[in-house]
């Protein structure tokens, strides 16, 4: 069963999704919807309201994307990155041992299904350019500024 909740934030409706065990998916979305929600995406949902808030600069849910090895290997790299840091996709490519791997990095990054949580949007282009975001340039900008990664 999949359940469902919708988190209003600054930046546009998050539809969170669960499997009963974890949160599967947090993502962008242009409106809000019907909910059925369970405990996990509840939690993800005050846990949300906090980090926009301001009052929380990690999460503590059960995350369970879906996606290949290679995949959860990048995710899991993400997760490390700190809040009011940014990397890029060179960097990890070299963390996980082939440097040779920033476009697979980027593909990976960019099929990431749990935005904000799994902080993809802290990967930028090795010439400090922030490229590509799935929720878009403008939310990317705006989760960085909100993180104290970009001053401007």
């Not at 995350?63 to 959860?72: K, T």
């Not at 975001?133 to 403008?138: C, K, Q, R, V």
Request: proline fraction near 6%; charge should be neutral; aromatic fraction near 10%.
């Amino acid at each position: 069963m999949t359940y469902v909740s919708f988190f209003e934030s600054p930046i546009g409706y998050l539809r969170i999704l669960s499997n009963g065990s974890g949160i599967t998916e947090i993502k962008f979305m242009d409106f809000d919807g019907p909910e059925d929600p369970d405990a996990h995406t509840e939690s993800a949902k005050t846990q949300l309201r906090e980090y926009f808030a301001g009052n929380r600069n990690q999460f503590q849910l059960n995350l369970l994307p879906q996606g290949s090895d290679f995949e959860q290997k990048i995710w899991k790299q993400l997760l490390e990155i700190p809040q009011g840091s940014t990397t890029s996709y060179g960097a990890i490519a070299k963390k996980i041992g082939d440097p040779k791997a920033s476009q697979a990095v980027g593909k990976a990054n960019g099929k990431n299904p749990i935005a904000i949580v799994i902080p993809c949007h802290r990967v930028i282009g090795s010439d400090n350019k922030l490229t590509g975001y799935a929720g878009g340039p403008e939310r990317k900008e705006w989760l960085l500024k909100h993180e104290g990664a970009l001053l401007i």
